[in-house]
C-alpha cells in the first residue's frame, strides 16, 4: 500500500506555545500552501484518514472531495492543562521532570509518549490489513515521528532529531510484512 501523509499547514501561534490537541487559527497562507500540496499529491486516493483537530480538518476538505475518515489515533500529543500556554509560562516545577522524560511522563491531565506512540501504531498495524492501494493522511508532526519510530524503530527518545516542516509530505510504502516497509522522504 502506498501511503502520503502530510503535515497540516502553517497556524498562526508560533513556537513558544504548547498546542498539541488545541484548535488555533491557521496561517494566512493556508490557501496557497493548499494550492502547493495540490501540486505534489496524487489524486486516486483510495482511502482519507485525517486528524479530527481543525487544522487538518480544513486541509482535508481543501485536499480531498472523497469521505474523509477521522480518527482520533492521529490526533497530536495531549498536553493536557499545558494547552495553549507559552512554554513559558508552564511551571518549572510540572515541565522539569516531562523535560527529563518526555517519552515515560506525561503533562498534568494529558498523554505520555509512550500511550501516543501505543495508539499511533495500533492505527498503523490496522491500516496494513487494509485492503488500500493508495492512502493519504493528514496529521501532525508527533504523529508523523510516532509513525516513523514505529516502522523503522527509531527509540522514542530520539524522534525529537526529525525534523517535520508544515506542510510537508512524506510517502511510505507500507506492506502485509512489515520487514519490507520503505519511507521516501518528499517536501
Not at 38 to 48: I, N, Q, R, Y
Not at 55 to 61: E, G, P, Q, S, W
Amino acid at each position: 500500500m502506498e501511503i502520503y501523509i502530510i503535515r497540516h499547514t502553517e497556524v498562526e501561534l508560533g513556537k513558544s506555545v504548547c498546542y498539541g490537541q488545541s484548535n488555533p487559527p491557521l496561517a494566512d497562507t493556508f490557501l496557497e500552501d493548499v494550492a502547493l500540496l495540490k501540486a505534489k499529491l496524487p489524486t486516486d486516493f483510495d482511502g482519507v484518514y485525517s486528524s479530527p483537530l481543525l487544522r487538518c480538518k480544513l486541509l482535508a476538505a481543501e485536499l480531498c472531495s472523497r469521505h474523509v475518515q477521522f480518527d482520533d489515533a492521529l490526533m497530536e500529543l495531549n498536553f493536557g492543562t499545558w494547552e495553549g500556554k507559552s512554554w513559558n509560562e508552564i511551571p518549572f516545577s510540572e515541565l522539569n521532570p516531562w523535560m527529563i522524560d518526555f517519552v515515560n511522563v506525561a503533562p498534568p491531565e494529558g498523554e505520555s509518549l509512550v500511550n501516543m506512540h501505543a495508539r499511533i501504531s495500533s492505527f498503523i498495524e490496522s491500516l496494513r490489513i487494509k485492503p488500500h492501494q493508495k492512502v493519504l493522511i493528514i496529521t501532525h508532526a508527533g504523529v508523523i515521528r510516532n509513525i516513523f519510530s514505529h516502522i523503522l524503530n527509531i527509540p522514542l527518545n530520539n524522534i525529537f532529531k526529525l525534523s517535520i516542516a508544515y506542510g510537508e509530505v512524506f510517502r511510505i510504502r507500507l506492506e502485509k510484512d512489515n520487514s519490507m516497509d520503505k519511507i521516501h522522504f518528499r517536501s
